[in-house]
């Protein structure tokens, strides 16, 4: 029955993923003191999720599960859903290590590539419930995953640099950062089969109610908890607020006229 969709969902959920190891090349022509064009890519992707997930995602999650139980019922429980995903994502980023900052990166070369690993593993989990999202999202519609799996991909492109520039300062070697970058992001397409399989046999508009809702917030806390705070870690200008505006406005315009 899934099974065109599955694989199309699937497709998009790799897709996004191997967004780091195109951070991972980048690295190798972006200068170590550059960080404008970090801050920006990292703060538009946190408005793109910004945009969606207020905008698309959790309307969707309190319309479908209004449906089954009720208006106020079904908005109480997207909204208890929604905030249970902050959580969730808020226990895993206090459990792993924090992301590589710029105070991080001149530190000793040793340092530097054990922090480019620990990274590279801090990164693998934040990635596992993003193509769990991406994934499910597809199965529902694709016309949606395709905006999420953008926003993902644009902000695992600085994820990618953020392992492979440490690690690659630290060795010299190119192919083990690229490896070490593109092993991260392939926690996505993990996560979509995992969540299929454990979930195939489950899909219906309240499943999909509270799995919109659960990722909405997994999309909120990454926005407003990693990518943002670690833009301005790279940029202390306002290249913040200007990438969010731009994220917003991109997205409103394209899921209008898309």
Do not use: C
């Amino acid at each position: 029955m899934f099974s065109n969709q599955v694989l199309t969902a699937f497709l998009i959920s790799v897709a996004a993923g191997l967004a780091t190891s195109i951070g991972g090349i980048l690295t190798f022509f972006v200068k170590r003191d550059n960080m404008k064009m970090l801050a920006l890519g990292l703060s538009f992707s946190a408005g793109v999720m910004l945009y969606i997930s207020f905008m698309d995602i959790l309307p969707d999650a309190i319309n479908w599960l209004g449906g089954a139980f009720g208006e106020k019922k079904g908005s109480l429980l997207a909204v208890s859903i929604f905030l249970a995903g902050i959580l969730l994502v808020a226990l895993v980023d206090y459990l792993m290590p924090d992301h590589v900052t710029k105070d991080m990166i001149t530190d000793h070369r040793r340092k530097l590539k054990r922090v480019g690993i620990l990274a590279a593993i801090a990164i693998a989990f934040h990635n596992f419930p993003e193509g769990l999202a991406t994934f499910m999202t597809g199965l529902k519609s694709i016309s949606l995953s395709i905006p999420i799996a953008i926003a993902i991909a644009l902000h695992n492109i600085p994820e990618g640099i953020s392992v492979a520039l440490p690690i690659y300062n630290a060795t010299g070697k190119k192919r083990k950062a690229f490896f070490w970058a593109s092993l991260s992001g392939m926690a996505e397409p993990l996560g979509a089969i995992l969540g299929f399989l454990i979930l195939k046999d489950y899909l219906n508009d309240v499943t999909f109610g509270i799995l919109f809702a659960l990722i909405a917030g997994i999309m909120i806390y990454l926005s407003l908890d990693e990518l943002l705070p670690l833009a301005n870690e790279y940029d202390e200008s306002h290249h913040g607020i200007i990438g969010v505006s731009l994220g917003i406005m991109v997205m409103a315009f394209a899921m209008i006229y898309i």
